[in-house]
């Protein structure tokens, strides 16, 4: 039984992992894509509308 319990958690670990692994690939895959077509247009970044300034600027890596 504790052979189980100690498989179940492993598995569960794996699974966790495996799910961070795949979010982030897919983020990374984002990332690179928007660079590719920013420099086919030649574009230096994307633009973005502050809500509370109404001011545009430079949209940020985080965002």
């Known amino acids: 039984m504790p052979q189980i319990i100690l498989l179940l ?15 982030d690939a897919e983020k990374l895959t984002r990332q690179r894509e ?8 030649g574009a230096n970044g994307t633009l973005i ?9 430079l949209k940020r890596e985080d965002e």
Do not use: N
């Open 9 to 23: 958690i492993i598995a569960f670990i794996a699974w966790i992992g495996y799910r961070k692994f795949i979010s």
């Open 34 to 41: 928007q660079l590719r077509r920013q420099r086919e247009t």
């Open 49 to 57: 509308k502050d809500p509370k300034t109404g001011e545009y600027r």
